[in-house]
């Protein structure tokens, strides 16, 4: 998918500094969601915007400004034929995941990647390599679409009383499965599951996934026409608080612009809004309820795997440039090391000799050294420097102090 260059650029929107990284992150998403809409399209599935996707869409024409992540809900039947299909005609790498994918997906949300899951706990030398190649637009983190799975809500008071207590205990015992196996309560509380649903588990397959399927099963017992409205059952069945919205909403999609695509949105959506936002028109930042960035995480991780070393080279007083350009905050916030060694040393390693002779310029100011090292901060996060281990002509420099 293509973008235009000038969509990379650092911009203030709403007052806010959305970062050339972010906007990286944004393209991922937005060609993630597009293999989405190819699918969907292929099969006549319907899919909506949904909460800050859908508000960004109705208020900003994309993004909003503080968010960098997508949502979008489907109706259950049309949630599960998705993931019956999608992971056999996703592309580019991208990968359907959630216990709804896979039985050995252990995660309740159900979502589409731009690649697998890596775990700190689990950073081989071969995982690295799988995640500093093929970077997307210069986007070296995991970034998606978080799928929902809306179902009926019964008019029944009666109905819903015994459906939320047993979603409930059903979501919980997912959720909490591996406290419960160690405390060896999860075979009797599964076997009172399975008899008061009628649903069998097997004890010779991961407990977790069957869990979080029971409970779909569980929130998806009402009929069409045996409701008024529809919802994400997982919050509502934990709160009081009822998102609940007309069914009819959700019949025919409508297509609005967000960013450089088309996306499909719910009728009534300025009402939906108001549900689950109050007064949506007036922005408040920050209101997404998890990190930003969102790939914070993934940015911490990476930076401890992954610590690119300069080198550079000094003619003139050593000292005085090392104390200097050791105290570089800003060198410091972008994990850059300077190494100082032996002067003699690291100017062999830098080759000033053969530079001179050659005709090479020296970075005669701290400033301009400082923002070269941090545009080359920069493109290692991004991945368009060869390795990130050992010394090359990318990352050795030398410097006249005069």
């Known amino acids: ?85 999608a992971p056999g005609e996703l592309r580019y790498g991208f990968k359907a995941k959630g ?8 995660d309740a949300m159900a979502s589409v990647v731009s690649k697998e899951f890596l775990k700190p706990s689990d950073l081989h030398e071969a995982d690295l390599e799988e995640v500093l190649s093929d970077p997307r637009h210069g986007c070296p983190y995991i970034m998606g679409v978080d799928i929902y799975a809306f179902d009926y809500l019964p008019d029944d008071p009666e109905f819903w009383n015994t459906q939320r207590m047993l979603y409930m205990a059903a979501y919980d015992a997912a959720f909490r499965c591996d406290e419960l196996a160690a405390s060896g309560e999860l075979e009797t509380l599964a076997g009172q599951l399975a008899e008061l649903t009628g649903v069998e588990l097997d004890p010779q397959r991961p407990m977790q996934p069957q869990l979080y399927f029971l409970a779909d099963r569980i929130a998806s017992m009402a009929t069409e026409a045996e409701a008024s409205t529809v919802v994400w059952m997982q919050t509502t069945a934990k709160s009081d608080r009822f998102n609940n919205i007309d069914k009819h909403m959700f019949d025919t999609p409508e297509y609005i612009p967000f960013e450089n695509i088309m996306v499909p949105v719910p009728a009534g959506r300025e009402e939906i809004l108001t549900v689950l936002f109050g007064d949506y028109k007036t922005p408040v930042r920050f209101a997404s309820g998890h990190d930003y960035p969102v790939f914070k995480k993934q940015d911490e991780w990476l930076c401890k795997c992954i610590k690119p070393n300069v080198v550079i080279g000094v003619r003139g007083d050593y000292d005085r440039f090392a104390d200097n350009i050791a105290q570089s905050e800003k060198l410091v916030e972008a994990g850059i090391t300077v190494c100082f060694g032996e002067q003699g040393e690291v100017d062999e390693v830098c080759n000033i000799e053969d530079r001179i002779e050659a005709g090479i310029e020296p970075f005669a100011g701290y400033e301009e050294l400082e923002t070269e090292l941090l545009r080359i901060a920069d493109r290692i996060r991004g991945f368009e420097v060869d390795r990130l281990t050992g010394v090359d002509d990318h990352r050795s420099f030398y410097y006249e102090d005069k």
Not at 60 to 81: Q, T
Not at 99 to 106: G, L, N, Q, T
């Open 1 to 85: 998918m293509r973008f235009s260059k000038e969509f990379f650029d650092e911009e203030i929107r709403e007052g806010f500094t959305v970062t050339p990284m972010v906007k990286r992150a944004w393209a991922v998403c937005i060609e993630v969601l597009s293999e989405i809409d190819r699918i969907c399209k292929k099969y006549n599935i319907k899919y909506f915007a949904y909460y800050g996707t859908l508000l960004g869409a109705v208020r900003h024409g994309g993004f909003v400004p503080w968010d960098d992540d997508v949502d979008i809900i489907m109706l259950r039947a049309d949630y599960e034929r998705f993931f019956e299909v």
């Open 99 to 106: 216990h709804v994918a896979s039985e050995y997906d252990f």
